[in-house]
């Protein structure tokens, strides 16, 4: 089993900036993707930022420019650096990955369990 542990979400005044990780743990070959997805109340779940095993990012127009998301490969963790925090970016923010449990296995996706970003003054 693979799981996905986030950490660093928190309350911050607009123009604010957060970190976010995300660890992954468990028995697998390899990591392909990983990225960050956000939930809104009464919205329904978004994309926010990927980025591949070779450094590739991929980044919602919402966010490019004020996010940005940076991997450890050997730690087997990514990152969501978010700066200039608007109100609209309040949100559960969710870690996914995809995982090659084993050689020449299939590829799942596995999710973190969400951290709370909440950005008010």
């Known amino acids: 089993q693979v799981q996905l542990v986030e950490s660093g979400g928190d309350l911050v005044q607009p123009g604010g900036s957060l970190r976010l990780s995300c660890a992954a743990s468990?028995?697998?070959?390899?990591?392909?993707?990983m990225g960050w997805y956000r939930q809104a109340p009464g919205k329904q779940r978004e994309l926010v930022a990927t980025s591949t095993s070779g450094g590739n990012t991929n980044y919602a127009g919402s966010v490019k420019d004020r996010f940005t998301t940076s991997r450890d490969n050997a730690k087997n963790t990514v990152y969501l650096q978010m700066n200039s925090l608007k109100p609209e970016d309040t949100a559960v923010y969710y870690c996914?990955?995809?995982?090659?449990?084993?050689?020449?296995?299939?590829?799942?996706?596995?999710w973190g369990q969400g951290t709370q970003v909440t950005v008010s003054s």
């Open positions: 468990g028995s697998f070959f390899s990591i392909y993707t």
């Open positions: 996914y990955a995809n995982v090659r449990l084993g050689i020449g296995g299939p590829v799942y996706n596995y």
